[in-house]
Every structure is written in structure tokens, then in C-alpha cells.
């Protein structure tokens, strides 16, 4: 392209009529205009290789960003789903928890009906917090080629809105452990609730279980269900759930609102 502007430079500058007795003063000042056309070609060159090398390189930084979001579309769609599958057991777990209560004013049940309840409660749904593109933008530094504020802000609080969850998950799960399990089993045999509900997976699938001998010893159904103690720890479990359960229907919320953002964005 710069040898066409040449080309046509030194055709108007040769056009340029000159008399026999133009004097040094013109020549000099032909040769300027020669050298500043020069100058010029060059400099117009140099622009625009570096426009085509800024357009080549905005290209392909949209390009990763697009296949940045489409992964941060997957990541956050696992975690729907899996905060889905996590709502489900708490549901279960709520449901058996008003059972036992139930039962508690009534005492009338079957031995197998409320082992396989207090078997429901012994469930702990954690968040396994797998975000694998996510952390690789904070890692990479890469964040920064996301460039709609509303979605970089959005990837910015995500971890910390996960970890909040997380926390009362955690929390919960200590206080299942130093708390409600030592009570139950003062009460309970453990087997009893392995044999109605550890037979089988929280949805059904089959899994082999191990056979050990009896325990000469009985479960005191009525004892557990007259403890102050385990009928409180029961209530914390069940507030816990309910927190944790609203967390996650809130994150869901947001994480759907995310989705619909990057849709948004790579269409364009």
C-alpha cells in the first residue's frame, strides 16, 4: 500500500511545473516536500500495521473471553444443579425431622418407621465447591478480559457469597458431630439405622453392606424421644437445614441471573 502512495507523491511533485531559472531555494524546497512525503508514507504505514495488529488482537481477546464464559456458563450450571440435588436430601431430612416430632407427641410407632427417620437425619449435604474456570480467572488474572462490569462484578463476589453457605454448612456438620450424633447413640444402636437406611443410597440404589454380629443390647426408642437434649439438637439440625436451604435457593437465584447475562453477551 505505501509504494502506491509513493507512487502517487512523486507523480505530483514531478507535476509541479519549474522554470529554467528556479532557483536553488526551489530545489531545496522540492526536496523537503520529497522527504516530508516520505516521512508521512511511513508514518501512515506504521499506523495502520498497528490499527490491523490492535483489531487482530481485540479479536482474539473476545474470542478467549467468549470460550471464558461459555466454561463459567458450565461451572455455574454444575452448581445449579448440584445445589439442586443438595435441597432435595435437606428436604428429606425436614420432612423426617417433623416426623420425629410427631411421633414425640404421640409415641405411637414402629421400631423400623423411626430408625429409618433418625437414619434420614444422619444425612450431611455438603457443597462439594468445585469452580474450576472461576478460580482459574482469579489465578490467571484473566478477569480482566470479561468486559461487562455486571458479570466481572458478579464473578468477583460469587466465592465469597459460596463461602457464607459453606460456613453454616460446616457448622452444622460440627454440631451433628459434637452434638446430636453422642446423644442418639446413647438411645439408639447405630445398627438399627445402618439396617433401614445405609442398605440403601439416599435415592435407592442398592449398596452392599457388610454383616456383623448382634449387639446384645436393645435401642430405647421412648428414652430418645422423651431427651430434652436430643429433641433440641433435633430443632438446631432442622434450623440449619432450613438456613442452608435458603442460602442455596438464593444463590440459585443469582446463578440463573449470571446465566442469563452471559447468554446476553455472547451473542453480540
Not at 16 to 45: H, R
Not at 86 to 103: A, W, Y
Not at 118 to 129: A, D, E, K, M, S
Amino acid at each position: 500500500m505505501i509504494p502506491f502512495f509513493r507512487k502517487i507523491r512523486k507523480k505530483l511533485a514531478d507535476d509541479n511545473p519549474t522554470s529554467a531559472k528556479a532557483t536553488a531555494g526551489m530545489k531545496t524546497g522540492k526536496y523537503l516536500s520529497y522527504a516530508i512525503g516520505e516521512i508521512v508514507l511511513v508514518v501512515t504505514g506504521i499506523l495502520i500495521a498497528l490499527s490491523i495488529n490492535n483489531w487482530n488482537y481485540k479479536r482474539l481477546e473476545r474470542k478467549e473471553e467468549i470460550e471464558i464464559l461459555n466454561s463459567v456458563k458450565n461451572d455455574i450450571e454444575n452448581t445449579i444443579a448440584e445445589f439442586d440435588h443438595l435441597n432435595q436430601i435437606r428436604e428429606k431430612m425436614l420432612s423426617s425431622t417433623k416426623s420425629i416430632f410427631k411421633l414425640t407427641n404421640s409415641m405411637d410407632f414402629e421400631n423400623k418407621e423411626l430408625d429409618s427417620l433418625i437414619g434420614l437425619t444422619f444425612y450431611r449435604p455438603t457443597f462439594n465447591n468445585i469452580l474450576g474456570t472461576i478460580d482459574q480467572l482469579f489465578s490467571s488474572g484473566k478477569i480482566s478480559l470479561i468486559q461487562n462490569d455486571s458479570i466481572r462484578n458478579f464473578l468477583i463476589s460469587w466465592p465469597g457469597s459460596i463461602n457464607d453457605m459453606i460456613e453454616e454448612e460446616t457448622y452444622a456438620v460440627t454440631l451433628f458431630q459434637n452434638n446430636y450424633y453422642p446423644v442418639v447413640a446413647k438411645y439408639i444402636l447405630i445398627q438399627d439405622v445402618i439396617d433401614q437406611n445405609f442398605s440403601t443410597s439416599f435415592f435407592g440404589t442398592g449398596i452392599r453392606e457388610e454383616e456383623y454380629s448382634d449387639i446384645p443390647l436393645q435401642s430405647d426408642r421412648e428414652g430418645l424421644l422423651k431427651d430434652r437434649e436430643f429433641l433440641n439438637h433435633l430443632r438446631m439440625r432442622a434450623s440449619h437445614l432450613q438456613i442452608t436451604n435458603t442460602e442455596t435457593k438464593e444463590l440459585t437465584l443469582h446463578a440463573r441471573k449470571l446465566i442469563g447475562m452471559i447468554d446476553n453477551e455472547i451473542k453480540f
